[in-house]
Every structure is written in C-alpha cells, then in structure tokens.
C-alpha cells in the first residue's frame, strides 16, 4: 500500500483526473507539471527521498550505525521522521473506520431505493471480480512469472530458495491495500471514501477462507510446514 506504483498509477486510476476550470486553465499552462504533479504525490516522494538517502553517503548523516555509539548529525531529523511513520497507520485506521461507519449509513440520511438497488447490484459484481482476481488469478499469475523466471535462470528453484517463492506468493493472494480509502479521503471524496471501506470489508472478510487454504497449500508445497 506504500509502493511509487500504488500511489501513482493507482491513484490516478483511482481519482481519475478531475478538477475544477481554474486547475484546467492551469494545467493547459503547465502540462508538464501538472503531469509530474499527478504522478509524484507525497508518498512517493518520501519512498524515492528514502531510497536516495539510503543508497548514498547521506545515509551516514541520518541513520545511527548499530555498531556504533556514535550518534549522526542529523538523527534528531531521521528520529522525527520514524515517529511520523509510525503515527501514520494508527491514523489510517481511525481514517478508514470513520469512512466504514460512513459507508454504512450511520449518520447519514437514507438514500433512496433506486440508488441502494444499484449500489448493491454494483457491489456484487465487483465484489466477485476482485475476490477471483486476488484469491485464484493473482496467485497462478505470480506462480506462472516464478516459474519463467526459474527457466531463465532469474530466479533460485522453489527447493533451492523455499522462502522467496513462498513470499511472492503471499503478496499476490492479499486483499487491497486500505490506503484507497485514505487517498479517497485526501481528495476531499468522503461518500466515496464510504462506499470503498465497506467494500474493503467485505474482501477482507471474503479473503479469510481463500488465504488460509493458498498458505496451507503453499507452505506444504514448499517444505516449509
């Protein structure tokens, strides 16, 4: 729920690319930058920022060496930093359950029957795509790419290197990510917003029985039961 891809690709499927005359005036302007400020949203600037310090010397600057007592220059930047990451998940989670009790009505005037009838029809039909998708497509897709990798020699054998097949397996056959509510949120769409997380609940719910079954299967297949 965190990847450059996510929150870039994703949201603009997600969002689309809707805006008001004064944004439009301004991105026939600014084409180019309205584009980079499409895709290059806060989170994924944070993950390339991460990744830059990471991978360079500036990683020295920031980041505390375990062997060491020493602490960096700019710790007190990198420590602020962590304690805004992990204030971050608690925060989605109170986002995404006010977004359930929106979904569910709560507070909220009754819509009208013919809006509730296409809801729910919608509702199931999406609900049937994205659970086969997730839970039987995305895992024999990934099983598929594992093993045209293991043809060309990209990758180790499932008996050789248990644990990476088991892994890229786990992340093909998870729910979606709960930051599309969040990101809903933060595009100022509340009924939207409402309507994702109560679908989120019902994968979720959905995802129980088919990840027990795929792990089981998988933990098997790979020797690591």
Do not use: H
Not at 73 to 98: D, E, K, Q, W
Not at 198 to 215: C, D, E, G, N, Q
């Amino acid at each position: 729920g965190w990847s450059p891809f996510f929150w870039s690709y994703g949201r603009s499927a997600l969002l689309g690319n809707e805006m008001d005359s004064n944004d439009e005036s301004i991105e026939s302007k600014k084409p180019i930058v309205g584009q980079l400020k499409s895709v290059a949203s806060p989170p994924v600037v944070g993950v390339l920022v991460g990744i830059l310090v990471a991978v360079t010397p500036l990683c020295k600057l920031f980041v505390p060496d375990v062997l060491s007592e020493r602490k960096p220059l700019l710790s007190p930047a990198y420590n602020t930093v962590v304690n805004f990451g992990r204030a971050a998940p608690p925060t989605s989670l109170l986002v995404m359950t006010s977004s359930l009790a929106i979904g569910a009505g709560i507070g909220q005037e009754k819509n009208l029957k013919k809006e509730a009838k296409e809801s729910d029809v919608g509702f199931f039909v999406q609900w049937i795509f994205v659970s086969l998708s997730r839970f039987l497509l995305s895992p024999v897709v990934m099983l598929g790419l594992l093993r045209l990798a293991e043809k060309y020699d990209l990758v180790e054998s499932s008996s050789t290197n248990p644990m990476l097949w088991f892994v890229m397996v786990l992340q093909a056959c998870m729910p979606p990510a709960q930051n599309l509510v969040l990101m809903l949120n933060v595009a100022d769409k509340p009924e939207k917003a409402g309507q994702m997380a109560k679908f989120l609940f019902a994968i979720y719910a959905t995802s129980m029985v088919p990840i027990i079954a795929i792990l089981t299967v998988a933990l098997s297949r790979f020797g690591l039961a």
